[in-house]
């Protein structure tokens, strides 16, 4: 059985409310209810998490390692283009996290194009709204 942990960075929490033209009109829970069915669909298990504080999306990546968990599916959202310490929790921990994006950066603000994560992740999948969650998952549950 694989266990997954997806987690979700600052002001996620809004979606449905926040900027529907870039992130659509759906919500945080809907992503992580789909989520869960589809990979307990696949026989695994899926734990959630969202945190608008940079120190304890760290602290969860921890956890996540000691759990173990075989696979985080992880939207740091805007810490993706400025926290060295998100880089560094990634990059200590033995498990492979894939770093997802509902918006395409790379057609959005110049400042948005550079991931500080990205070099320390196994994979990178942006600009398919709900769907980069779903890529994400199929990519741990199908390979690895």
Do not use: W
Not at 28 to 42: M, P, R, S, W, Y
Not at 72 to 100: C, G, K, M, Q, W
């Amino acid at each position: 059985m694989k266990r997954l942990m997806l987690m979700n960075g600052p002001n996620i929490n809004l979606l449905g409310k926040r900027e529907k033209e870039i992130y659509g009109e759906f919500t945080l829970q809907t992503i992580e209810e789909k989520l869960a069915k589809l990979v307990e669909g696949q026989g695994g298990e899926l734990d959630c998490y969202q945190s608008n504080h940079e120190g304890e999306l760290i602290d969860y990546l921890h956890k996540a390692n000691e759990k173990p968990y075989d696979g985080v599916i992880f939207n740091p959202a805007a810490y993706t283009h400025t926290s060295v310490a998100l880089r560094d929790a990634i990059a200590a921990i033995d498990i492979p996290v894939i770093e997802v994006h509902i918006s395409n950066v790379h057609k959005r603000e110049t400042f948005r194009h550079q991931s500080m994560l990205a070099a320390v992740c196994y994979g990178q999948i942006v600009g398919f709204g709900m769907d980069s969650y779903r890529l994400a998952a199929f990519a741990f549950l199908k390979n690895k």
